[in-house]
Protein backbone atom coordinates (compact mmCIF):
# COMPACT_ATOMS: atom_id res chain seq x y z
CA UNK A 1 0.00 0.00 0.00
CA UNK A 2 0.83 3.92 -0.43
CA UNK A 3 0.41 5.94 2.91
CA UNK A 4 -0.66 9.23 2.79
CA UNK A 5 -0.68 11.02 5.90
CA UNK A 6 -4.76 10.98 7.31
CA UNK A 7 -5.26 14.12 9.07
CA UNK A 8 -8.52 15.25 11.10
CA UNK A 9 -8.71 18.47 13.14
CA UNK A 10 -4.98 18.58 13.55
CA UNK A 11 -4.71 15.16 14.49
CA UNK A 12 -2.40 12.84 12.50
CA UNK A 13 -4.45 9.59 12.65
CA UNK A 14 -1.98 7.54 11.13
CA UNK A 15 1.95 6.79 10.16
CA UNK A 16 4.48 6.24 7.40
CA UNK A 17 6.57 2.86 9.07
CA UNK A 18 9.81 4.21 6.89
CA UNK A 19 9.41 7.70 7.67
CA UNK A 20 9.15 7.68 11.27
CA UNK A 21 12.54 4.48 11.27
CA UNK A 22 14.56 7.23 8.76
CA UNK A 23 13.61 9.79 11.33
CA UNK A 24 15.55 7.95 14.00
CA UNK A 25 18.28 7.50 11.97
CA UNK A 26 18.62 10.84 11.24
CA UNK A 27 18.72 12.26 14.62
CA UNK A 28 21.34 9.19 16.03
CA UNK A 29 23.55 10.54 13.21
CA UNK A 30 23.18 13.61 14.70
CA UNK A 31 23.50 12.71 17.72
CA UNK A 32 26.44 11.37 16.93
CA UNK A 33 28.30 14.30 15.44
CA UNK A 34 27.36 15.95 18.96
CA UNK A 35 29.72 13.05 20.65
CA UNK A 36 32.61 14.05 18.25
CA UNK A 37 32.12 17.59 19.20
CA UNK A 38 32.33 16.85 22.98
CA UNK A 39 35.21 15.06 22.68
CA UNK A 40 37.15 17.32 20.94
CA UNK A 41 35.58 19.61 23.45
CA UNK A 42 36.86 17.74 26.77
CA UNK A 43 40.40 17.72 26.59
CA UNK A 44 40.70 16.24 29.89
CA UNK A 45 37.89 14.21 29.88
CA UNK A 46 36.84 15.27 33.08
CA UNK A 47 33.04 15.72 32.65
CA UNK A 48 30.30 13.63 34.04
CA UNK A 49 28.14 11.46 31.95
CA UNK A 50 25.42 9.12 32.06
CA UNK A 51 26.30 5.63 32.17
CA UNK A 52 22.60 3.98 32.53
CA UNK A 53 19.76 5.71 31.72
CA UNK A 54 15.99 4.92 31.80
CA UNK A 55 13.66 7.03 30.14
CA UNK A 56 9.82 6.84 30.88
CA UNK A 57 8.04 7.83 27.55
CA UNK A 58 10.81 7.01 25.37
CA UNK A 59 9.37 6.80 21.92
CA UNK A 60 8.68 10.49 20.46
CA UNK A 61 9.48 14.34 21.09
CA UNK A 62 11.41 15.07 24.10
CA UNK A 63 11.76 11.34 25.81
CA UNK A 64 13.07 10.24 22.18
CA UNK A 65 15.41 13.27 21.80
CA UNK A 66 16.98 12.38 25.49
CA UNK A 67 17.35 8.66 24.81
CA UNK A 68 19.03 9.29 21.25
CA UNK A 69 21.67 11.90 23.14
CA UNK A 70 22.28 9.45 25.96
CA UNK A 71 22.91 6.27 23.86
CA UNK A 72 24.49 8.05 20.55
CA UNK A 73 26.01 11.01 22.16
CA UNK A 74 27.21 9.35 25.36
CA UNK A 75 27.74 5.87 24.95
CA UNK A 76 25.14 4.81 27.50
CA UNK A 77 22.90 1.75 28.21
CA UNK A 78 19.30 2.96 28.09
CA UNK A 79 15.94 1.60 28.48
CA UNK A 80 13.01 2.88 27.05
CA UNK A 81 9.35 2.42 27.95
CA UNK A 82 6.29 3.75 26.29
CA UNK A 83 3.05 2.28 24.96
CA UNK A 84 2.29 1.82 21.21
CA UNK A 85 -0.08 0.38 19.13
CA UNK A 86 0.75 -3.00 17.11
CA UNK A 87 0.47 -2.72 13.41
CA UNK A 88 -2.51 -4.53 12.02
CA UNK A 89 -2.91 -6.09 8.68
CA UNK A 90 -4.22 -3.10 7.05
CA UNK A 91 -3.30 -0.41 9.73
CA UNK A 92 0.26 1.15 10.92
CA UNK A 93 1.40 0.99 14.12
CA UNK A 94 1.47 4.49 16.10
CA UNK A 95 4.97 6.15 15.15
CA UNK A 96 6.58 5.00 18.79
CA UNK A 97 6.46 1.32 17.72
CA UNK A 98 8.79 2.00 14.63
CA UNK A 99 10.97 4.42 16.40
CA UNK A 100 11.46 2.28 19.58
CA UNK A 101 12.13 -0.47 17.02
CA UNK A 102 14.60 1.20 14.91
CA UNK A 103 16.40 2.68 18.28
CA UNK A 104 17.35 -1.20 18.83
CA UNK A 105 18.15 -2.11 15.80
CA UNK A 106 20.61 1.39 15.84
CA UNK A 107 21.44 0.61 19.59
CA UNK A 108 22.59 -3.31 18.44
CA UNK A 109 24.58 -1.98 14.94
CA UNK A 110 26.73 0.35 17.17
CA UNK A 111 27.22 -2.23 19.91
CA UNK A 112 25.11 -0.17 22.27
CA UNK A 113 22.91 -2.12 25.10
CA UNK A 114 19.26 -0.89 24.62
CA UNK A 115 15.91 -2.34 25.73
CA UNK A 116 12.54 -0.90 24.51
CA UNK A 117 9.08 -2.05 25.95
CA UNK A 118 6.54 -1.22 23.70
CA UNK A 119 3.65 -2.87 24.89
CA UNK A 120 3.84 -2.30 28.75
CA UNK A 121 1.92 0.15 30.13
CA UNK A 122 4.46 2.65 32.24
CA UNK A 123 1.64 3.51 34.39
CA UNK A 124 1.62 -0.09 35.49
CA UNK A 125 3.24 -1.69 38.41
CA UNK A 126 4.91 -4.43 35.82
CA UNK A 127 6.61 -1.78 33.79
CA UNK A 128 8.53 -0.82 36.98
CA UNK A 129 8.99 -4.65 37.94
CA UNK A 130 10.72 -4.99 34.32
CA UNK A 131 13.22 -1.97 34.85
CA UNK A 132 14.20 -3.67 38.48
CA UNK A 133 14.66 -6.95 36.44
CA UNK A 134 16.59 -5.91 33.60
CA UNK A 135 19.29 -3.79 35.74
CA UNK A 136 19.46 -6.90 38.35
CA UNK A 137 20.16 -9.27 35.58
CA UNK A 138 23.03 -6.86 33.64
CA UNK A 139 24.09 -5.87 36.84
CA UNK A 140 23.96 -1.84 36.85
CA UNK A 141 22.11 1.27 38.92
CA UNK A 142 20.33 3.38 37.08
CA UNK A 143 22.51 7.04 37.69
CA UNK A 144 20.22 9.04 34.86
CA UNK A 145 15.57 8.47 35.00
CA UNK A 146 13.82 10.91 33.21
CA UNK A 147 10.08 11.14 33.03
CA UNK A 148 8.87 11.96 30.07
CA UNK A 149 5.33 10.92 29.63
CA UNK A 150 2.45 12.58 27.41
CA UNK A 151 -0.58 10.19 28.13
CA UNK A 152 -3.68 11.70 28.03
CA UNK A 153 -5.30 8.71 30.73
CA UNK A 154 -4.02 7.08 33.29
CA UNK A 155 -5.08 3.53 34.64
CA UNK A 156 -4.06 3.89 39.07
CA UNK A 157 -2.44 0.64 39.47
CA UNK A 158 -3.35 -0.18 42.73
CA UNK A 159 -7.30 0.36 42.01
CA UNK A 160 -7.63 -0.11 38.01
CA UNK A 161 -9.54 3.35 38.11
CA UNK A 162 -9.00 5.34 34.61
CA UNK A 163 -8.35 8.76 34.81
CA UNK A 164 -8.68 11.12 31.91
CA UNK A 165 -7.02 14.47 31.39
CA UNK A 166 -8.45 18.07 30.15
CA UNK A 167 -6.89 20.87 28.98
CA UNK A 168 -9.30 23.64 29.97
CA UNK A 169 -9.03 26.90 31.83
CA UNK A 170 -9.81 27.24 35.52
CA UNK A 171 -11.98 29.51 37.18
CA UNK A 172 -13.49 30.83 33.76
CA UNK A 173 -14.03 30.59 30.36
CA UNK A 174 -11.16 30.70 28.06
CA UNK A 175 -11.67 32.62 24.40
CA UNK A 176 -9.28 32.78 22.00
CA UNK A 177 -7.63 33.02 18.42
CA UNK A 178 -6.41 29.48 17.50
CA UNK A 179 -5.15 28.53 13.49
CA UNK A 180 -5.72 25.25 11.47
CA UNK A 181 -2.20 24.87 10.64
CA UNK A 182 -2.94 22.94 7.69
CA UNK A 183 -6.12 24.62 6.04
CA UNK A 184 -4.24 28.15 7.82
CA UNK A 185 -8.15 29.32 8.60
CA UNK A 186 -8.18 31.71 11.43
CA UNK A 187 -11.08 30.91 14.09
CA UNK A 188 -11.40 31.72 17.45
CA UNK A 189 -11.92 28.90 20.39
CA UNK A 190 -14.27 28.68 24.01
CA UNK A 191 -13.69 26.04 26.29
CA UNK A 192 -15.47 26.33 29.65
CA UNK A 193 -13.98 26.12 32.85
CA UNK A 194 -12.87 22.41 34.22
CA UNK A 195 -14.71 21.08 37.22
CA UNK A 196 -12.93 20.24 40.42
CA UNK A 197 -12.92 16.63 39.51
CA UNK A 198 -11.57 17.46 35.76
CA UNK A 199 -8.63 19.30 37.27
CA UNK A 200 -8.29 16.44 40.05
CA UNK A 201 -8.19 13.72 36.91
CA UNK A 202 -5.72 16.11 34.79
CA UNK A 203 -2.79 16.41 37.83
CA UNK A 204 -3.80 12.54 38.45
CA UNK A 205 -2.57 11.91 35.00
CA UNK A 206 0.06 14.31 33.96
CA UNK A 207 0.81 15.11 37.39
CA UNK A 208 4.02 13.80 39.52
CA UNK A 209 2.62 10.69 41.30
CA UNK A 210 3.80 8.16 38.84
CA UNK A 211 7.09 9.95 38.24
CA UNK A 212 7.69 9.29 42.44
CA UNK A 213 5.71 5.31 42.31
CA UNK A 214 8.88 5.11 39.60
CA UNK A 215 11.66 6.27 41.89
CA UNK A 216 10.56 4.71 44.91
CA UNK A 217 10.39 0.90 43.44
CA UNK A 218 13.71 1.89 41.99
CA UNK A 219 15.56 3.43 45.29
CA UNK A 220 13.24 0.50 47.59
CA UNK A 221 15.82 -2.19 45.31
CA UNK A 222 18.73 -0.25 45.99
CA UNK A 223 19.06 0.40 41.99
CA UNK A 224 19.31 4.36 42.15
CA UNK A 225 23.13 5.11 41.72
CA UNK A 226 24.73 7.28 44.62
CA UNK A 227 24.20 11.21 43.23
CA UNK A 228 21.47 9.93 40.36
CA UNK A 229 19.51 12.67 38.32
CA UNK A 230 16.11 12.44 37.87
CA UNK A 231 14.23 14.84 35.47
CA UNK A 232 10.75 15.42 34.61
CA UNK A 233 9.88 17.70 31.86
CA UNK A 234 7.89 20.53 31.69
CA UNK A 235 6.98 24.18 29.65
CA UNK A 236 5.68 27.71 30.90
CA UNK A 237 5.95 29.58 28.00
CA UNK A 238 4.13 33.34 27.52
CA UNK A 239 1.78 35.46 29.64
CA UNK A 240 -0.63 35.01 27.40
CA UNK A 241 -1.17 31.67 27.05
CA UNK A 242 -1.66 30.58 30.92
CA UNK A 243 -5.67 31.09 30.82
CA UNK A 244 -5.30 27.76 28.88
CA UNK A 245 -1.87 26.07 30.05
CA UNK A 246 -0.31 27.64 33.04
CA UNK A 247 -2.77 28.83 35.06
CA UNK A 248 -5.18 26.09 33.65
CA UNK A 249 -5.77 22.33 34.75
CA UNK A 250 -2.31 21.41 32.63
CA UNK A 251 -0.66 23.77 34.54
CA UNK A 252 -1.82 22.13 37.83
CA UNK A 253 -0.63 18.90 36.98
CA UNK A 254 2.99 20.91 35.80
CA UNK A 255 3.06 22.04 39.03
CA UNK A 256 2.52 19.02 41.09
CA UNK A 257 5.66 17.92 39.16
CA UNK A 258 7.67 20.41 40.36
CA UNK A 259 6.88 19.74 44.30
CA UNK A 260 7.25 16.03 43.65
CA UNK A 261 10.89 17.09 42.66
CA UNK A 262 11.53 18.51 46.06
CA UNK A 263 9.77 15.79 47.52
CA UNK A 264 12.12 13.18 45.86
CA UNK A 265 15.31 15.27 46.57
CA UNK A 266 13.95 15.25 50.49
CA UNK A 267 13.40 11.39 50.72
CA UNK A 268 16.42 10.49 49.03
CA UNK A 269 18.82 13.21 49.13
CA UNK A 270 20.61 12.76 52.01
CA UNK A 271 19.89 8.95 51.79
CA UNK A 272 21.86 8.58 48.66
CA UNK A 273 22.67 11.93 46.69
CA UNK A 274 19.63 12.16 44.36
CA UNK A 275 19.13 15.22 42.60
CA UNK A 276 15.59 15.67 40.84
CA UNK A 277 14.77 18.77 38.78
CA UNK A 278 11.70 19.98 36.57
CA UNK A 279 13.36 20.96 33.26
CA UNK A 280 11.71 23.46 31.38
CA UNK A 281 11.84 22.98 28.09
CA UNK A 282 11.40 25.27 24.97
CA UNK A 283 7.65 25.20 23.11
CA UNK A 284 8.40 22.34 19.75
CA UNK A 285 5.90 20.71 17.66
CA UNK A 286 4.38 17.37 19.48
CA UNK A 287 1.69 15.09 18.27
CA UNK A 288 -0.28 17.31 21.07
CA UNK A 289 0.44 20.81 20.89
CA UNK A 290 -1.00 21.22 17.45
CA UNK A 291 -4.45 20.61 19.37
CA UNK A 292 -4.22 23.30 22.42
CA UNK A 293 -5.89 26.63 21.31
CA UNK A 294 -3.51 29.62 20.44
CA UNK A 295 -0.36 27.52 21.08
CA UNK A 296 0.02 26.50 17.16
CA UNK A 297 -0.64 30.25 16.21
CA UNK A 298 2.38 30.86 19.09
CA UNK A 299 4.90 28.29 18.16
CA UNK A 300 4.53 29.11 14.83
CA UNK A 301 5.64 32.45 14.91
CA UNK A 302 8.01 32.03 17.35
CA UNK A 303 9.56 29.29 15.00
CA UNK A 304 9.54 32.11 12.34
CA UNK A 305 11.71 34.70 14.64
CA UNK A 306 14.09 32.21 16.08
CA UNK A 307 14.96 31.18 12.94
CA UNK A 308 15.37 34.32 11.60
CA UNK A 309 18.13 34.94 14.50
CA UNK A 310 19.49 31.80 13.81
CA UNK A 311 18.59 30.60 17.34
CA UNK A 312 15.47 28.11 16.51
CA UNK A 313 15.92 24.61 18.61
CA UNK A 314 14.47 21.34 17.89
CA UNK A 315 13.87 18.17 20.64
CA UNK A 316 17.14 16.80 19.60
CA UNK A 317 18.75 20.67 20.00
CA UNK A 318 17.65 20.82 23.40
CA UNK A 319 18.66 17.76 24.74
CA UNK A 320 22.08 18.19 23.70
CA UNK A 321 22.23 21.58 25.31
CA UNK A 322 20.20 20.31 28.51
CA UNK A 323 22.95 17.83 29.08
CA UNK A 324 26.14 19.42 27.78
CA UNK A 325 25.34 22.64 29.22
CA UNK A 326 22.96 21.68 32.47
CA UNK A 327 23.78 18.01 33.95
CA UNK A 328 27.40 16.99 32.73
CA UNK A 329 29.05 20.07 32.44
CA UNK A 330 32.90 19.76 34.51
CA UNK A 331 33.15 18.02 37.94
CA UNK A 332 32.21 20.08 40.56
CA UNK A 333 30.35 22.51 38.46
CA UNK A 334 26.60 22.63 39.86
CA UNK A 335 23.71 22.01 37.92
CA UNK A 336 22.20 25.57 37.34
CA UNK A 337 18.58 26.50 38.32
CA UNK A 338 16.30 29.35 38.32
CA UNK A 339 14.87 30.97 42.00
CA UNK A 340 12.25 27.33 41.95
CA UNK A 341 15.12 25.01 41.71
CA UNK A 342 14.27 24.14 37.88
CA UNK A 343 16.25 23.89 35.15
CA UNK A 344 15.46 26.39 32.29
CA UNK A 345 16.39 25.59 28.77
CA UNK A 346 13.93 27.64 27.43
CA UNK A 347 16.05 30.61 28.16
CA UNK A 348 16.34 31.48 24.28
CA UNK A 349 12.69 31.46 23.91
CA UNK A 350 11.68 33.74 26.77
CA UNK A 351 14.44 36.13 26.33
CA UNK A 352 12.22 39.57 25.98
CA UNK A 353 13.74 40.19 22.93
CA UNK A 354 11.89 37.12 21.36
CA UNK A 355 8.88 37.26 23.09
CA UNK A 356 8.21 41.50 22.06
CA UNK A 357 9.01 40.38 18.62
CA UNK A 358 6.18 37.43 19.17
CA UNK A 359 4.12 39.71 21.06
CA UNK A 360 4.23 42.28 18.51
CA UNK A 361 3.07 39.89 15.10
CA UNK A 362 0.67 38.22 16.96
CA UNK A 363 -0.83 41.24 17.41
CA UNK A 364 -1.40 41.93 13.66
CA UNK A 365 -1.14 38.61 12.35
CA UNK A 366 -3.93 37.58 9.84
CA UNK A 367 -4.24 35.43 6.69
CA UNK A 368 -2.73 38.43 4.56
CA UNK A 369 0.61 38.66 6.40
CA UNK A 370 0.27 35.07 7.73
CA UNK A 371 3.29 33.73 5.84
CA UNK A 372 5.56 37.04 6.55
CA UNK A 373 5.18 36.90 10.10
CA UNK A 374 4.42 32.92 11.18
CA UNK A 375 6.25 29.98 9.90
CA UNK A 376 3.37 27.41 9.40
CA UNK A 377 5.25 25.47 7.22
CA UNK A 378 7.61 24.73 9.52
CA UNK A 379 5.53 23.67 12.31
CA UNK A 380 3.59 21.56 9.54
CA UNK A 381 6.96 19.94 8.48
CA UNK A 382 7.89 19.27 12.32
CA UNK A 383 3.88 17.92 12.74
CA UNK A 384 4.65 15.33 10.19
CA UNK A 385 8.20 14.34 10.79
CA UNK A 386 6.68 13.17 14.27
CA UNK A 387 4.21 10.74 12.09
CA UNK A 388 7.02 9.70 9.61
CA UNK A 389 5.89 11.91 6.66
CA UNK A 390 8.11 14.91 5.39
CA UNK A 391 10.83 13.04 6.25
CA UNK A 392 13.80 13.93 3.83
CA UNK A 393 15.38 10.77 1.89
CA UNK A 394 12.35 8.81 1.97
CA UNK A 395 10.30 7.89 -1.01
CA UNK A 396 6.53 8.43 -0.46
CA UNK A 397 5.33 6.80 -3.74
CA UNK A 398 7.11 4.09 -2.67
CA UNK A 399 5.05 0.81 -2.02
CA UNK A 400 4.98 -0.67 1.65
CA UNK A 401 4.69 -3.77 1.28
CA UNK A 402 4.74 -4.67 5.45
CA UNK A 403 3.70 -2.46 8.30
CA UNK A 404 5.53 -4.13 10.80
Known sequence: MIIKPMIRNNICLNAHPEGCREEVRLQA?????????????????????????????????YGLASRLVAAFGYGAKTIGFSYEKEPSATKPATPGWYANKEFDRLATENNLFAASFSQIDAFSHAAKQKAIEIALENNFKYDLVIYSLASSVRVDPDTGVLYRSVIKPIGRQYAGRTIDVFTEKFSEATIQPATEE????????????????????????????????TLA??????????????????????????????????????????????????????????????????????????????????????????????????????????????????????????????????????????????????????????????????????????LE
Open 29 to 61: ARAKTFRKRLASSDINGSAPKPNNALIIGCSTG
Open 198 to 229: EIANTVKVMGGEDWKLWIDALQNEGLLAPEAI
Open 233 to 402: YSYIGPPFSWPIYRDGTIGQAKLHLEKTANLLEKDYGKENGLRAFVSINKAVVTRASAVIPIIPLYISTLFKVMKERNIHEDCLDQMMRLFSERLYQKIGIAIPTDDEGRIRIDDLEMGPSVQNEVSSRLARIDESNLHELADLAGFRSDFLRAHGFDVPGVDYEREILS
